[in-house]
């Protein structure tokens, strides 16, 4: 039977996915972050547990999800008033969107951005199709961070592609451009950064 898919293509964010993030983009370190489709706040507060100097602004288009805004981000308006409610641009837009419509909001998050917007994306996101290709071959991605395949729906089977990092940065950013983020599903990779680093970080609890 096929899946039904949940509204607003709403799918929490995994800690272990966070952490491929925040380890391989040692520029993200602090400023104002806009999470634009924000949902349950589990990409923000594992965001916000590792890079405490990070503020946020919270959006989501559901009313029944805690947030700053509940706009349609698809629309240039919305990130204009958010942009003009809270009297300054964030640093950075980081978001994983909902796969359906993330086309629609990526070229507007990289506009509004200072430094930089990071979108969590199916692997399939940079083939040049027609509705994203055009914008693509205009505005290619600066660093791509490859996770291991999740299981979004909690029940044990993974997606049928997995999910990369997409970053664009508008500031330089370090070597290496193409990250395979290998050991952060089952933890191996935060034990290893965690003895490099003299056991800051807390393990976060491994979904299959």
């Known amino acids: 039977m096929r899946a039904v898919r949940r509204t607003n293509d709403f799918y929490e964010t995994a800690p272990w996915q966070v952490d491929a993030l925040v380890d391989n983009l040692p520029e993200l370190t602090s400023g104002l972050v806009l999470c634009p489709c924000v949902g349950d ?13 990070l503020a946020f602004i919270t959006n989501d288009i559901d009313p029944a999800k805690e947030a700053d805004f509940h706009l349609d981000m ?4 919305s990130w204009t008033c958010i942009i003009r ?24 998050a990289l506009q509004a951005a200072m430094s930089g917007s990071i979108a969590m994306a199916r692997v399939s996101f940079t083939e040049p199709t ?6 693509l071959s205009e505005h290619p991605y600066d660093k791509r961070i490859t996770l291991e395949r999740h299981s979004f729906t909690a029940n044990g089977q993974t997606d049928s592609a997995t999910t990369d990092w997409l970053v664009w940065a508008k500031v330089p950013i370090q070597k290496p451009f193409g990250v395979s983020a290998y050991g952060y599903r089952d933890g191996s990779a935060q034990r290893r950064w965690n003895v490099a680093q003299g056991g800051l970080r807390v393990d976060p609890v491994v979904q299959a």
């Open 41 to 53: 706040g589990s990409l923000m507060r594992r965001l916000e547990a590792l890079r405490p100097a």
């Open 74 to 77: 698809t629309h240039a308006d």
């Open 85 to 108: 409610a809270v009297g300054a641009r964030p640093e950075w837009v980081i978001e994983n969107y909902p796969f359906n419509v993330e086309h629609l909001m990526v070229p507007y």
């Open 130 to 135: 027609k509705n994203r290709g055009p914008w």
